[in-house]
Structures are given as structure tokens and as C-alpha cells.
């Protein structure tokens, strides 16, 4: 009897010093259904003016990616330091858009899109806090294939990176897209 209690208390002792906190991972995926949308897929012939839309969104985008790998720096607008809105506010005004400096008040400007509408250069927000009530993080869409959104931003842990909206964790903070072109 003594046996099977000191090898039950053992196997207690074990089980009980596992991992104490367990990693988060985060599975929730969006899906999103455009009602009355067809099968048509062919290509539209584009407009003079789309035309000039998209060179000034490559223009923008390609400003924004001059800046990857930049390390993060609260506030920053320069490549010793950058932050998300700095990325995003450096970019317009080097194309000659004069923007507001913070993402909740760049949040504010444009015209709200769906999310199955997102085209290069358009805005991507984010709330990132769990306390916080308003929008405090910002994306410039860099490219679209398909349901797949790429968005360039710059995060406090990895600086300026293109990261996917598909990914949880950009997934399930996503607030709402902005075209501002």
C-alpha cells in the first residue's frame, strides 16, 4: 500500500511540472461572401484613371518596402526607426499625399471598403490592444492574390515586414480597410 501511494504521488509530481502556461495560437479565420457577386472572372479593360491610380499605389508601395527591415522605434519616421503610422504617413508624403501622422486619425479618412474590395494601396486598421477602445495599428496593402491580402506595417517585435491578413493573430484585430486612392 505504501508502494502504490509514493508511485501515485510520483506520477503526480511529474504530470504537475509540465509547461505552466500554455501557448496561445490563434485558428479564427475569416470568410467573406459578396451577395449577388457572379463567376465572371474575366478581366474588366481598365480606365485611364485606374490606370493612374495603380501606377501612384506602385509608387507609394514601393516607397513603404524601401523601409523593410527597419527596426521599430515609436514615433520614428526615418530608416534608424519607424513605426506603423510613421511607415504609412512617410510614404504618402513622398507621393505627394499629405496625411494625418496617427493611425486612429488616418483611420478616419477615405472611403470604407469591404474586405473582399481590398486593392493595392488601400489601408488596412487594426486595434492590437485588449484594453484599448480605438484603432492603434496601420497596413498598406502591398499585394492581392485572391483571398490572400499581403500589407506592409511595422510591428514593435519585428519592424517593418509584409505579413498576410490569413495569419490569426493580423486576422482576428483587423477592424476595417480604407481606400484612400
Not at 8 to 37: D, M, N, Q
Not at 61 to 67: K, N, Y
Not at 72 to 78: L, P
Not at 135 to 152: P, S, T
Request: hydrophobic share 35%; aromatic share 8%; net charge positive.
Amino acid at each position: 500500500m505504501l508502494r502504490k501511494t509514493i508511485i501515485l504521488l510520483l506520477f503526480f509530481a511529474i504530470t504537475a511540472c509540465g509547461p505552466g502556461k500554455k501557448r496561445r495560437t490563434y485558428s479564427k479565420t475569416r470568410t467573406v461572401t459578396v451577395e449577388g457577386s457572379t463567376t465572371d472572372t474575366s478581366p474588366k479593360p481598365k480606365s485611364k484613371k485606374e490606370g493612374r491610380k495603380n501606377d501612384k499605389a506602385n509608387e507609394i508601395i514601393s516607397t513603404a518596402l524601401t523601409f523593410s527591415g527597419t527596426r521599430y522605434k515609436y514615433g520614428g519616421t526615418t530608416k534608424k526607426g519607424m513605426d506603423c503610422s510613421g511607415l504609412v504617413y512617410v510614404s504618402l508624403k513622398e507621393n505627394d499625399i499629405m496625411f494625418p501622422r496617427a493611425s486612429y486619425q488616418m483611420a478616419l479618412e477615405g472611403e470604407k471598403i469591404q474586405v473582399a474590395h481590398v486593392e493595392k494601396g488601400d489601408l488596412l486598421f487594426f486595434k492590437t490592444s485588449k484594453t484599448g477602445k480605438r484603432i492603434n495599428h496601420v497596413g498598406l496593402v502591398v499585394d492581392v492574390n485572391g483571398d490572400d491580402i499581403k500589407f506592409i506595417h511595422a510591428t514593435t517585435s519585428r519592424g517593418v515586414l509584409v505579413s498576410s491578413l490569413r495569419e490569426g493573430y493580423w486576422n482576428s484585430a483587423f477592424v476595417k480597410a480604407m481606400r484612400i486612392l
